[in-house]
């Protein structure tokens, strides 16, 4: 989208060269709190996700991020909170347990039309955050490497290619944007996709998303070989009711289960991600159709906007494997704790899937929408 008019979008407002500043967001707990106490655990888990994600995503540009602890100087904290949401030119928000302080910090810093960059480590967002882009991540080795590296690849575009305003900026400040520009084109800009080619890219993308769905539905199939492999130890250590035996099947299951859930995990944020990617670009199509007589769609609208609404039937159930599993990994993870931590991974990778498939429903109703001649909503 092209800004026609201010605020900007979070760039260094002095000389070309000027070092980013980036403050960053999050819940602080307390460094001085005994161990084991909440408020110090809240503080190491942030400063965990700060380090290992935050600033070291941020080290390669050269940048520098800090939090509300590392500001310098006396006087109020709020003050000086406030300044820096205000000023910086990037804020990192970690919404990880959704502090209220870091939600009210947000809502200011939204309003100011700079770049905000939200992370959080799962559950369910406030419906105004939830649209906006969010780093999602698990807190393990691999997890945080994969937020660390999304962090740096988002830096490196949007340091490079400039970042989006987001919507309460531009109706706070009365900005104009020229609406899907990206889509259709501008006189100065060959290199814009048109509404055509835009058509054409996200149908070249849905043809990918049956493989990602073989791909999950293979993580499944392996770990139901895993199951049957194990199934007569399970019967042997029921009948004897040894918890010791069980025990020491357990922690062989959990090594070969290990496998599956981490294709499964995989596969699963792959799929996530593709799909909201699809959102980004199909609502832009979407949204242009609804703001142009049908007068003015090229020939292929029609049929565009009917492969779409079909996606209701296509894939109006998720592989059967989902519903099944979904259950069973909720039970058997209370079994033994040397299971639980590759079933957790399964059932994250369910809840993302299940995000996955939602999108189906929305698009093909707003394509259905279009096709009677309503309004988009």
Request: hydrophobic share 40%; aromatic share 8%.
């Amino acid at each position: 989208m092209t800004v026609t008019a201010p605020p900007p979008t979070g760039g260094p407002e002095d000389a070309p060269g000027r070092a980013w500043t980036c403050f960053a967001i999050g819940p602080l707990g307390d460094a001085l709190a005994e161990l084991g106490t909440p408020a110090r655990e809240i503080h190491e888990s942030a400063l965990y996700v700060y380090e290992n994600i935050t600033q070291a995503a941020c080290l390669p540009f050269g940048i520098t991020p800090f939090r509300a602890d590392e500001l310098p100087g006396t006087g109020e904290i709020l003050d000086q909170v406030c300044q820096q949401v205000k000023d910086a030119d990037l804020v990192i928000a970690d919404l990880s347990g959704l502090n209220h302080n870091v939600v009210f910090e947000l809502a200011l810093r939204q309003g100011t039309g700079k770049t905000t960059i939200q992370l959080s480590d799962g559950g369910d967002l406030p419906y105004h955050l939830s649209k906006v882009r969010t780093i999602r991540f698990r807190r393990t080795p691999h997890g945080m490497v994969q937020a660390r590296e999304e962090l740096r690849r988002t830096l490196e575009a949007g340091l490079r290619d400039g970042f989006d305003i987001l919507t309460p900026a531009r109706i706070l400040n009365g900005v104009v944007v020229a609406k899907h520009d990206d889509l259709l084109g501008v006189p100065d800009d060959e290199d814009r996709l048109g509404l055509f080619e835009a058509m054409v890219r996200i149908e070249e993308d849905f043809e990918a998303i049956p493989e990602d769905i073989a791909e999950i539905k293979a993580a499944f199939e392996a770990f139901g070989a895993v199951n049957e492999a194990f199934g007569a130890d399970f019967t042997r250590i029921g009948d004897a009711g040894s918890p010791k035996a069980g025990r020491a099947v357990a922690v062989r299951y959990a090594a070969a289960v290990s496998g599956p859930a981490n294709s499964l995990d995989d596969a699963a944020a792959r799929f996530l991600e593709r799909m909201r990617s699809l959102d980004t670009g199909l609502r832009g199509v979407l949204e242009f159709m609804a703001s142009t007589p049908q007068t003015q769609w090229p020939d292929e609208a029609e049929s565009f906007l009917r492969e779409i609404a079909s996606l209701a039937g296509t894939y109006e159930e998720q592989p059967s494997e989902i519903r099944e599993f979904s259950s069973f990994l909720n039970w058997a993870g209370n079994s033994s704790s040397a299971i639980r931590k590759p079933f957790r991974r399964m059932s994250d990778a369910i809840g993302r899937v299940e995000k996955a498939f939602s999108f189906f429903q929305n698009w093909a109703g707003i394509a259905q929408s279009l096709l009677e001649g309503q309004n988009l909503k």
